[in-house]
């Protein structure tokens, strides 16, 4: 029997825009980039996506088998396609065309019992049948942020107000960057219910671990491990969360209340995917484990 924790993840692969591709393109999206990464950090992983026909037989779909990600396509007629631009206010990132739904009926009966599932909407391609798709006991982390996004092909992406659907009622972990968390959103208090977690990210500024608890927002903030230049930041939240998720599974007891070292995992490995520009080049844990060795090591002298 395999001891690796499983971990099943949900949604549509992008195309983003790259000049230096021969292709014009590179795969990535939530999906991608939380598969590649929770493989790395040693999981078992499924991985339902879907693609249009260009990106159904992109090459990195190979580096995920090759990884030991068990992939499953779901045909879309569009796929997201994004143009990520690094500028010096941070990541501008524009809509070429939007996506179709990934249903909740695509996914296959023999996994529906995965005891954890990492939905990463990039393009509000799941919808509310997902909120009703799983066993109640199924632990659901969403990336709230692919929800969150107002899109118009051939227009700048912009964020929309934080709303709780039914979706978003559902999970146990919600995962957040600062800059989708719009002004004119309610209270976090507000929006979380009792016990659900949020991840939130906020680039050089580090990463916080909140909860809802008896009607207050408890939990611990961490820097960037260590601060890095970034080469790209396309994926690196999706990183993020995908290793808080499987440092937490691997490791039971990080799941403690107080206990940060899941945060500080997810925040090396972060901190390292802002130095590849694809996710074929995804860290893993031999490398996690040097920089957590190093910080360990400096923090000592």
């Not at 999206?29 to 996506?49: F, T």
């Not at 002004?183 to 680039?203: F, I, K, N, W, Y």
């Not at 230049?229 to 690196?236: K, R, S, W």
Request: glycine share 8%.
């Amino acid at each position: 029997m395999d001891p690796r924790p499983t971990v099943l993840v949900v949604g549509a692969a992008t195309r983003d825009i790259d000049d230096a591709d021969p292709r014009g393109w590179r795969l990535g999206g939530g999906v991608s980039y939380a598969s590649m990464a929770a493989a790395r950090m040693g999981a078992k992983v499924r991985a339902l996506i879907g693609v249009e026909a260009e990106a159904g037989g992109a090459s990195e779909l190979d580096v995920l088998r090759a990884a030991g990600v068990d992939v499953r396509l779901v045909p879309l007629e569009r796929g997201p396609v994004f143009h990520n631009l690094q500028t010096d206010e941070g990541r501008v990132q524009m809509l070429h065309q939007s996506s179709d739904p990934v249903p909740a009926a695509a996914l296959p009966d023999d996994w529906r019992a995965t005891p954890t599932v990492m939905l990463t909407p990039v393009a509000a391609e799941l919808g509310l049948d997902w909120a009703t798709a799983l066993p109640h006991d199924t632990f659901v982390a969403l990336a709230w942020q692919g929800l969150l996004r107002y899109l118009k092909a051939g227009t700048p992406v912009t964020g929309l107000p934080l709303t709780v659907s039914a979706l978003v009622a559902r999970a146990d972990v919600l995962a957040l960057s600062a800059e989708d968390a719009t002004v004119d959103s309610p209270q976090l208090r507000d929006l979380l219910r009792e016990g659900q977690r949020l991840l939130l990210t906020h680039g050089e500024y580090g990463s916080a671990e909140l909860q809802l608890s008896n009607g207050r927002i408890h939990g611990h903030v961490m820097p960037p491990l260590p601060r890095r230049e970034p080469i790209d930041t396309t994926g690196a939240g999706d990183v993020f969360f995908a290793s808080w998720l499987i440092a937490r599974s691997l490791h039971p007891d990080l799941a403690r209340p107080g206990d940060a070292r899941a945060l500080a995992a997810a925040s090396a490995m972060a901190s390292l995917s802002l130095t590849i520009s694809s996710l074929v080049d995804l860290p893993d844990q031999g490398d996690l484990c040097d920089v957590l060795v190093k910080l360990r090591d400096r923090q000592l002298r």
